[in-house]
């Protein structure tokens, strides 16, 4: 009861068990690590580059998941993650080890679907959900709106970072999938202009579903199948009625369209890591 209907979340569902994680909280802590619907996994949020990634965290080879904090390193002012067994230092973007004893290793963590949306939206989809609570063990100002209040508002960074601005600015925000062997981004400012965009990956047809106003993506594959809104219906071009769900998309015969792992990103962030080996989005 101490959230705001308009208090962004991360929001992640596996297997039915929903969890809710105010970035108003996130934005000081930047690392959970979690075990949802059985699945140990640990979100990493860079502030600096407006990105929070799921990661599973269960590494073949290894007897126990990693466990992993916040280092206070950046690299292209990016956060550096750690995990609390080896203390190697892992780059939050790529989920790869980048210094210590697990660097070299060949490692890359899994990513699993995450969206931001606000408390309203995803309570009302999830009313079972689960919330992050205030009682932190830590003493700070958990208001709306007050972490990094003055950076989110300023089009500068806080550290220099290199990015092509010839399209976008350098604090844009993206949506980026990495997926079947390629990337892609797509701004999300195209969802101010349609809600539904149907479109590919490494050739892999995909369709998002998003919400500017709150920096809500959720990307599905689609098959040979096109979608489009139809009053409040999500209505194919066969006629099927979907249901959107944190899983996957749902028709009343039986079929369902698998999500894909995406996430935001300031596109400085996005450039810098990606870069030349992702395709943008052209409407």
Same mark, same amino acid.
């Given at each position: 009861?101490?959230?705001? $209907?308009?208090?962004?979340?991360?929001?992640?569902?596996?297997?039915?068990?929903?969890? $809710?994680?105010?970035? !108003? #909280?996130? @934005?000081?802590?930047?690392?959970?690590?979690?075990? #949802?619907?059985?699945?140990?996994? =640990?979100?990493?949020?860079?502030?600096?580059?407006?990105?929070? #990634?799921?990661?599973?965290?269960?590494?073949?080879?290894?007897? $126990?998941?990693?466990?992993?904090?916040?280092?206070?390193?950046? *690299?292209? &002012?990016?956060?550096?993650?750690?995990?609390?067994?080896?203390?190697?230092?892992?780059? /939050?973007?790529?989920?790869?080890?980048?210094?210590? !004893?697990?660097?070299?290793?060949?490692?890359?963590?899994? /990513?699993?679907?995450?969206?931001?949306?606000?408390?309203?939206?995803?309570?009302?989809?999830?009313? /079972?959900?689960?919330?992050?609570?205030?009682?932190?063990?830590?003493? %700070?100002?958990?208001?709306?709106?007050?972490?990094?209040?003055? *950076?989110?508002?300023?089009? +500068?960074?806080?550290?220099?970072?290199?990015? +092509?601005?010839?399209?976008?600015?350098?604090?844009? *925000?993206?949506?980026? #999938? %990495?997926?079947?062997?390629?990337?892609?981004?797509?701004?999300?400012?195209?969802?101010?202009?349609?809600?539904?965009?149907?479109?590919?990956?490494?050739?892999?047809?995909?369709?998002?579903?998003?919400?500017? &106003?709150?920096?809500?993506?959720?990307?599905?594959?689609?098959? +040979?199948?096109?979608?489009?809104?139809?009053?409040?219906?999500?209505? &194919?071009?066969? @006629?099927?009625?979907?249901?959107?769900?944190?899983?996957?998309?749902?028709?009343?015969?039986?079929?369902?369209?698998?999500?894909? $792992?995406?996430?935001?990103?300031?596109?400085?962030?996005?450039?810098?890591?990606?870069? =030349?080996? &992702?395709?943008?989005?052209?409407?």
């Amino acid at each position: 009861d101490y959230l705001e $209907a308009s208090d962004l979340v991360f929001g992640v569902s596996i297997s039915g068990d929903a969890r $809710a994680y105010p970035l !108003r #909280i996130m @934005g000081w802590h930047e690392m959970f690590n979690d075990v #949802i619907g059985g699945v140990p996994l =640990a979100l990493a949020y860079c502030t600096l580059c407006g990105s929070g #990634i799921l990661f599973e965290t269960h590494v073949a080879g290894r007897a $126990a998941p990693l466990v992993f904090g916040s280092s206070g390193f950046l *690299y292209r &002012s990016n956060k550096l993650m750690y995990d609390k067994g080896t203390n190697t230092l892992w780059n /939050q973007f790529t989920g790869q080890p980048v210094v210590g !004893r697990l660097s070299g290793s060949g490692i890359a963590l899994k /990513q699993r679907p995450v969206v931001i949306t606000d408390w309203a939206s995803w309570v009302r989809a999830n009313p /079972q959900t689960r919330v992050l609570s205030l009682d932190t063990g830590f003493r %700070r100002d958990y208001g709306s709106g007050v972490v990094y209040q003055e *950076y989110f508002a300023s089009p +500068d960074l806080m550290f220099p970072a290199v990015s +092509d601005q010839s399209v976008f600015r350098q604090k844009d *925000y993206v949506f980026g #999938i %990495r997926s079947y062997g390629g990337a892609k981004a797509w701004p999300i400012d195209a969802f101010r202009r349609q809600a539904i965009i149907n479109d590919a990956v490494a050739g892999v047809p995909v369709v998002l579903i998003g919400d500017a &106003s709150t920096r809500t993506v959720r990307a599905y594959e689609r098959g +040979d199948l096109t979608l489009r809104r139809t009053g409040d219906q999500l209505v &194919s071009d066969d @006629g099927a009625v979907w249901t959107a769900t944190e899983e996957a998309l749902t028709a009343a015969d039986g079929r369902s369209l698998t999500r894909v $792992a995406g996430h935001i990103a300031f596109w400085f962030a996005w450039n810098g890591y990606v870069g =030349a080996e &992702s395709e943008l989005y052209a409407e």
